[in-house]
């Protein structure tokens, strides 16, 4: 049985299951609130996967600061922890 998280995180098996995988609080909050998240998933392709480009512009969308002097790696780590 999943802790309760309080009524800021909506699926709280799911929330624990992010943060057993390594997500920030914040980002496994944003998963567990969204809606239909429980049918999606699976689908992206690996950080390792994609090229700079694409990381550079899920992080300007994201909003990460400083991403335009990051390399591949750095770019990668800033959105799995964001």
């Known amino acids: 049985m999943a802790k309760n998280h309080g009524p800021q995180v909506k699926d709280d098996e799911q929330y624990e299951a992010l943060r ?3 997500y920030s609080k914040e ?3 944003r998963i567990a609130n969204s809606k239909g998240a429980e049918q ?3 689908e ?3 950080y390792e996967d994609r090229t700079k480009k694409s ?3 899920e992080a300007k969308k994201v909003g990460i600061e400083g991403r335009s002097k990051m ?3 750095e770019l990668a780590k ?3 922890n964001n």
């Open 20 to 22: 057993d995988k390594g």
């Open 27 to 29: 980002k496994s909050a």
């Open 40 to 42: 999606r998933g699976g």
């Open 44 to 46: 992206a392709k690996q």
């Open 55 to 57: 990381l550079y512009d």
């Open 71 to 73: 390399t591949k790696a």
């Open 78 to 80: 800033a959105l799995r």
